[in-house]
C-alpha cells in the first residue's frame, strides 16, 4: 500500500482514531467521529464499514484482507500518520480496538464508540443490560452459551452469520430447553432491521448475517444445566470411571484457589472435570489438560464443549515428557493416578512463583510420595475420607468410598 511522501508526525501524538459505526452508517455518527473519518489519510475496514462511511472518507479506503493478521502490520507501519479504523459498534468490546490495543498505546490512540449491539438488542427488548448474561459468539463455538443457561435467565449472543440462531435454538433443543423464547434481532439500526420471535423448537432460518439472539430461558425435566459451582455432578461428564468425584473436586478446586486470568495443568486430565470447573470459574480462566491414552483425550475434549469450554486445550501425550514446551502454569493439578516422582518434580520446576500444586493420592505408593515432599518441602497435607449412605439388606449403612491424601504447595 502507498504511503505519502514526507516526514511522519511524531508517533505519540494521537495518530489513529477508531471510530465505530452502525447500521444506520454517518447519520449516526457524531460530529468529532465524522471529523475523525473525513481527516484520515488512511481509512480502514471491513468493506461493509467503509460502504456505510463512504460518504465522509477523502482518504485511501483500506478494506480488511483475510485473514487480518498482514493488515494489522499494515496499520502499525502508517504509526504517526493519520489513520482511522472503522468498527461495529464498540472498539472495544468483542472488537478491533482490543487488538490495536495490545500494540498502541492510550496516548496514541482516540476512540468514538458507538453503541454495541448488546446495548442495542437490550434498548429494542426493554431488557436492563446489566441483568443480561452477554456471550460473543462472533467466530466461536456455540457451546460458550452453555454456562449461561440457567431457568429464568435473559442471554443476549453476537453470532457470526445466519445461521447461528438456528445453531443456537438447536443446541437448546438438546439440552432440554426448548421452552426458551428467542428473539433474533437482524441488522439492528438499519433499514433491514427486523425482530423474529420463537420459541427454541421453532427457529428456522437463515437470517440476515448480522444478527444478535437474545434467549428468555425455560428449563424442561432434565435440562442439562450448569451449576455456579465446582462441584459440577458427576453426571455431567462422559468418563469411564477415572473421574476426581464431586465432592473431592470441590475440595480440589478450593485447594487449587481459581483467579482470573490464570492457567491450570490438569496432569492425567482424565475426564477434564477438574480442568472444566477451573475454566467454567471465570471466563478468562485458561487450562491445559494433559493425558495419555486417545481415548480418554478424544472424551475430555467431548465433555469440554458438552460443558461450555471449548478452549480447553487438550494435549495428548504421557508427563513429564508431554509438559516440555507448554507455558508456565499458574496452577497444577496431579490427580489420584499420576503422582511419580518425575511428574511431580516437572511441574514444581515449571511452577510460576506464587503458583499452586495440588496432588491427590489415592494409593499408598503415591501417598508415600506425597507425604515424602510433604516432609522435605511443606505445604498442607490432608486426608479426606467420604461415606455414603447404601442399603445393607433390608436397611441402610454407611459405604466408604476409597480414602484421597491431598497434598498443597505454594511455590515461594
Same mark, same amino acid.
Given at each position: ?25 454517518v ?19 471491513a ?5 456505510l462511511?463512504?460518504?465522509?472518507i477523502r482518504?485511501?479506503?483500506v478494506?480488511?484482507p483475510?485473514?487480518f493478521?498482514p ?16 468498527a461495529?459498534g464498540?472498539?472495544f468490546?468483542?472488537?478491533?480496538g482490543?487488538t ?5 498505546s ?16 437490550a434498548?429494542?427488548l426493554?431488557?436492563p443490560?446489566?441483568?443480561c448474561e ?5 467466530g ?9 443457561l440457567?431457568?429464568?435467565?435473559r442471554?443476549l ?6 445461521q ?8 437448546l ?8 423464547i428467542l ?6 439500526g438499519?433499514p ?9 423448537g ?10 444478535v439472539?437474545?434467549?428468555e ?12 459451582t465446582?462441584?459440577l ?5 462422559e468418563?469411564?470411571?477415572q ?11 478450593a485447594?487449587?484457589?481459581?483467579r482470573r486470568?490464570?492457567?491450570? $495443568? ?12 477451573w ?21 475430555l ?5 458438552a460443558?461450555?469450554v471449548p ?8 508427563a513429564p ?15 489420584g ?17 506464587g503458583?499452586r500444586?495440588v496432588?491427590?493420592?489415592?494409593t499408598?505408593?503415591?501417598e ?20 455414603r449412605?447404601a ?6 449403612g ?10 498443597? $504447595?505454594v511455590?515461594?
Amino acid at each position: 500500500m502507498p504511503v505519502k511522501d514526507g516526514k511522519a508526525p511524531n508517533a505519540t501524538a494521537k495518530w489513529l482514531s477508531l471510530v465505530g459505526i452502525g447500521e444506520d452508517g454517518v447519520e449516526g455518527l457524531g460530529a468529532r467521529a465524522r471529523e475523525a473519518v473525513a481527516e484520515a489519510s488512511f481509512v480502514f475496514g471491513a468493506r461493509r464499514h467503509l460502504d456505510l462511511a463512504d460518504p465522509l472518507i477523502r482518504g485511501e479506503a483500506v478494506a480488511w484482507p483475510t485473514p487480518f493478521d498482514p493488515a494489522l502490520g499494515v496499520v502499525l507501519g502508517l504509526r504517526g500518520r493519520s489513520v482511522c479504523v472503522l468498527a461495529s459498534g464498540d472498539p472495544f468490546h468483542y472488537g478491533v480496538g482490543a487488538t490495536l490495543a495490545r500494540h498502541v498505546s492510550a496516548g496514541e490512540m482516540r476512540a468514538f464508540p458507538a453503541p454495541s449491539a448488546f446495548s442495542l438488542a437490550a434498548a429494542r427488548l426493554a431488557w436492563p443490560l446489566q441483568d443480561c448474561e452477554t456471550v460473543s459468539l462472533h467466530g466461536r463455538p456455540v457451546d460458550l452459551i452453555r454456562p449461561t443457561l440457567h431457568p429464568g435467565r435473559r442471554v443476549l449472543a453476537l453470532t457470526s452469520d445466519g445461521q447461528a440462531p438456528a445453531a443456537i435454538a438447536g443446541l437448546l433443543a438438546e439440552s432440554g430447553f426448548e421452552a426458551s423464547i428467542l428473539h433474533v434481532l437482524e441488522a439492528i439500526g438499519g433499514p433491514d432491521e427486523r425482530l423474529t420471535r420463537a420459541a427454541a423448537g421453532e427457529v428456522a432460518g437463515p437470517f440476515h448475517a448480522l444478527n444478535v439472539v437474545a434467549v428468555e430461558v425455560r428449563a424442561g425435566p432434565g435440562a442439562r444445566i450448569l451449576p455456579l459451582t465446582g462441584g459440577l455432578g458427576d453426571d455431567l461428564f462422559e468418563h469411564d470411571g477415572q473421574i476426581t468425584k464431586q465432592a473431592v473436586r470441590a475440595m480440589t478446586l478450593a485447594a487449587l484457589g481459581p483467579r482470573r486470568g490464570e492457567l491450570l $495443568w490438569d496432569i492425567g486430565a482424565g475426564s477434564g472435570s477438574i480442568s472444566i470447573a477451573w475454566m467454567l470459574a471465570h471466563p478468562s480462566m485458561r487450562a491445559i489438560a494433559v493425558e495419555g491414552r486417545g481415548e480418554r483425550a478424544a472424551r475430555l475434549s467431548r465433555n469440554a464443549c458438552a460443558c461450555g469450554v471449548p478452549g480447553l486445550q487438550v494435549v495428548q501425550g504421557h508427563a513429564p515428557a508431554a509438559l516440555s514446551g507448554l507455558p508456565a502454569p499458574d496452577a497444577a493439578f496431579i490427580g489420584g493416578g499420576g503422582g511419580e516422582p518425575a511428574v511431580i518434580e516437572a511441574a514444581l520446576e515449571a511452577l510460576r512463583s506464587g503458583g499452586r500444586l495440588v496432588a491427590n493420592a489415592v494409593t499408598l505408593e503415591t501417598e508415600a510420595e506425597l507425604v515424602r515432599r510433604h516432609a522435605s518441602l511443606g505445604g498442607d497435607l490432608s486426608r479426606i475420607e467420604l461415606s455414603r449412605a447404601a442399603p445393607v439388606g433390608s436397611m441402610t449403612g454407611w459405604r466408604p468410598a476409597m480414602p484421597v491424601t491431598q497434598w498443597r $504447595w505454594v511455590k515461594p
